[in-house]
């Protein structure tokens, strides 16, 4: 089982290339298949969930060439196939896109039902309620979802409770029905308007995408089309974090600023500088930083996959600081983590109140989840001492070449296999 071992204690500084966005990503692959033409897509991150969804699409015979690590050509003529095998479902829960993207294209689905998750229950509803909307008929058997309609029409759909899933999955399917579709109450995250900028550059007739209001023309076809995914900035917020909680200086390439507003604004709240350019933010800390307090909240607000960075960071700033967690129920896990570190923190429902400490020291952990195990890569970047993280599959599901890229930026960090391994570092870093 690998584990990463880290020695903190080291300031952050230089330059860190971000790749492309693992969660835009995840929905652009899926609505690939809705064309029959070959479509090539590029700055794709080469993380776990991205090669994961890439087989399970290849298990039902979409053909898919790497042409580089970062870009793929794809081609769905051959799908043979709606029904999609459980062991993908279960490692990757968006692989659910494709119930949207087949349904749109082929009039029918059968993907697994996605399981729980670390983070909380996680229900798709809405998703089979817009599918419903739409003219299909949706059944929960064996395990599975059999979504299927003779033809789909365009519908009228609210949605109850704003979800980045449920607005991808349904623009998906409205693409490819009869008429019009206008969805209410959508997210607005970057990764719905760059899937709706996909879908568009295939032919589709998408309007309002970043908005709360959805317009889609229903389209017969679509076509072949290049595309580049726009950069991951959540991947971005964890290296400005890192930056701020070691007192570093790191320059944060190939970004889009006003997708890190939220972000942003905290860090200046608890005392960083955060110069903006136009493709690069840098983030400078200079002496301890501040409390404050933040609630998580759809785009633009602070997003919930950014919460534990903005946790560990919290936990070593002067005062007490209160974070709630409004999106998903389960996500302070790391909390009783980083406690073992020296953070003097007290969990509440969804809320989890900080008392900043001087000092956080190296204590052998577990990733939770995707972000929390992130998170406390940080906080062990930032404390005095050896942190050794295991379970830190989670972590290569949504980071690309994390250690390499931290590394670069003067981190001590090791990936490594068995405890050989292990204790060679320990004796390299002395
Ligand atoms: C996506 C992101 C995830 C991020 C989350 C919130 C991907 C692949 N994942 O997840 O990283 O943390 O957005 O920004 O893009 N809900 C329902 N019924 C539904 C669907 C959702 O009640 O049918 C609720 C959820 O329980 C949650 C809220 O809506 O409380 C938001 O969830 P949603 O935006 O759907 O999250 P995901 O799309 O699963």
Redesign the pocket.
């Known amino acids: 089982m690998e584990q990463y071992i880290i020695r903190g204690g080291n300031p952050l500084v230089g330059e860190v290339e971000i790749s492309g966005a693992?969660?835009?990503a995840?929905?652009i692959l899926a609505a690939a298949i809705m064309t029959d033409d070959t479509v090539l897509i590029e700055n794709l991150p080469d993380v776990r969930?991205i090669n994961v969804l890439l087989e399970a699409m290849e298990s039902i015979g979409v053909r898919v060439e790497r042409i580089t690590k970062h870009a793929v050509m794809m081609n769905s003529e051959h799908i043979g196939e709606v029904s999609v095998d459980y062991e993908y479902i279960k490692k990757i829960?968006?692989s659910y896109?494709l119930i949207g993207a087949l349904l749109g294209k082929y009039k029918k689905a059968e993907v697994p039902l996605p399981g729980g998750c670390n983070?909380?229950?996680?229900?798709?509803?809405?998703?089979?309620?817009g599918f419903k909307a739409l003219g299909a008929e949706v059944k929960i058997r064996n395990g599975f979802i059999i979504a299927q309609a003779d033809h789909l029409h365009g519908s009228h759909i609210f949605l109850?409770?704003?979800?980045?899933?449920?607005?991808?999955n349904i623009m998906m399917a409205a693409s490819m029905a009869e008429g019009y579709t206008i969805i209410e109450n959508c997210?607005r995250?970057p990764?719905v308007v760059d899937v709706a900028n996909f879908l568009n550059s295939m032919g589709a007739n998408i309007k309002g995408a970043g908005t709360d209001v959805i317009r889609i023309r229903g389209v017969q076809k679509l076509h072949k089309t290049e595309y580049s995914i726009i950069p991951d900035q959540?991947e971005a917020g964890t290296f400005m974090f890192a930056a701020a909680a070691t007192k570093g200086d790191v320059m944060v390439k190939n970004v889009i600023p006003k997708h890190l507003e939220a972000t942003t604004a905290k860090l200046l709240e608890i005392g960083c500088e955060v110069e903006e350019f136009d493709n690069a933010v840098r983030v400078v800390a200079s002496k301890r930083l501040r409390s404050t307090n933040v609630k998580?909240l759809?785009?633009p607000g602070y997003?919930?996959?950014m919460q534990p960075q903005i946790g560990v960071t919290l936990a070593l700033a002067r005062g007490t600081s209160i974070v709630t967690e409004s999106?998903?129920?389960n996500r302070f896990k790391y909390m009783d983590e980083l406690t073992r570190m020296g953070a003097v923190v007290r969990v509440e429902g969804n809320t989890a109140i900080i008392s900043g400490v001087e000092k956080l020291s190296g204590a052998r952990v577990s990733a939770p989840d995707?972000?929390a195990g992130a998170a406390l890569v940080i906080a062990a970047l930032a404390a005095e001492g050896v942190t050794t993280i295991d379970d830190i599959i989670y972590i290569q599901r949504g980071y690309e070449d994390f250690e390499e890229k931290l590394r670069s930026l003067g981190a001590e960090i090791e990936r490594v296999n068995s405890e050989k391994e292990a204790q060679k570092f320990r004796l390299r870093i002395g």
Request: zero cysteines.
């Open positions: 693992k969660n835009a995840l929905g969930d829960r968006a896109y983070i909380g229950s996680r229900p798709i509803d809405l998703h089979i309620k109850d409770t704003v979800s980045v899933g449920a607005t991808i997210a995250e990764h959540i998580t759809p785009y997003p919930t996959d999106i998903f129920e995707l972000r």
